[in-house]
């Protein structure tokens, strides 16, 4: 599967962005999809993850109860809804696919940059 993530851009502490991951090639909906970022200097780190069974959601102790992870699996794609914005979120986000009853992700977008100005 093909992975294009977007909407990434410049926002102000305390603001808004939502990134969107339009997925094609493959059934999306086969697969556990999950958002990464890695800011300048640090590793990849695991934002949070939606299942294609029920979309139930997990989020990172950083972003839980600010950020949002949804899935339309008619539409194909999946969303990250990102409030109450800190400098701190900057960062390439990139959005990623595993198969069903696997841990890893295997397919991955080309990140789009997400910049938080205080």
């Known amino acids: 599967v093909q992975l294009q993530a977007s909407g990434g851009g410049l926002a102000q502490a305390g603001g808004f962005l939502r990134l969107s991951c339009a997925a094609s090639?493959?059934?999306?909906?086969?697969?556990?999809m999950g958002w990464f970022r890695q800011a300048p200097g640090k590793e990849r780190e695991f934002v949070g993850s939606i299942r294609r069974s029920d979309s139930s959601t997990s989020y990172a102790g950083a972003v839980k109860g600010r950020f949002t992870i949804s899935r339309d699996n008619v539409k194909n794609t999946m969303y990250l809804q990102m409030n109450s914005l800190k400098p701190e979120d900057t960062a390439v986000y990139y959005c990623a696919g595993r198969p069903d009853g696997t841990t890893t992700y295997v397919f991955w977008g080309q990140g789009t940059q997400v910049t938080v100005s205080s």
């Open positions: 090639g493959r059934t999306f909906s086969f697969y556990e």
